[in-house]
């Protein structure tokens, strides 16, 4: 049974950090590839980043490109959204995905493993 458990969200200020975690289990994330993504209310599910199983590269949405940063610990099998210079506009749920059928995607729908999600607030 595959769980993506994720952990690390919460209320921040403006200017401020949070690193969010996913931990992996039924599935090893050096094999699939990992991505997050986060919904906003009334708002569809966006493609925050993605790391490729394959050779460990990444690839950030234009809107947090340089403020954030995802990676993953093979042995510890969890990935990790790195958040810098929040700004209210990232309050969302962060979702932890996974796929093993796409190299990698920007796509909900092209990831078959989800987490139950984090919440992030960022306060002006």
């Known amino acids: 049974q595959v769980q993506l458990i994720e952990s690390g969200g919460g209320l921040v200020q403006a200017g401020g950090s949070l690193r969010l975690t996913c931990a992996a289990s039924g599935l090893t994330v050096r094999s699939n590839t990992m991505a997050w993504f986060r919904q906003a209310p009334g708002k569809e599910r966006e493609f925050v980043a993605h790391?490729?199983?394959?050779?460990?590269?990444?690839y950030a949405a234009d809107s947090v490109k340089g403020r954030f940063t995802i990676s993953r610990d093979n042995a510890k099998n969890t990935v990790y959204l790195q958040m810098n210079s929040l700004n209210p506009e990232d309050t969302a749920v962060y979702y932890c995905a996974a796929t093993g059928r796409f190299s990698v995607s920007g796509r909900p729908q092209d990831y078959n493993y989800w987490g139950q999600g984090t919440q992030v607030t960022v306060s002006s």
């Open positions: 790391l490729a199983w394959y050779d460990g590269s990444t």
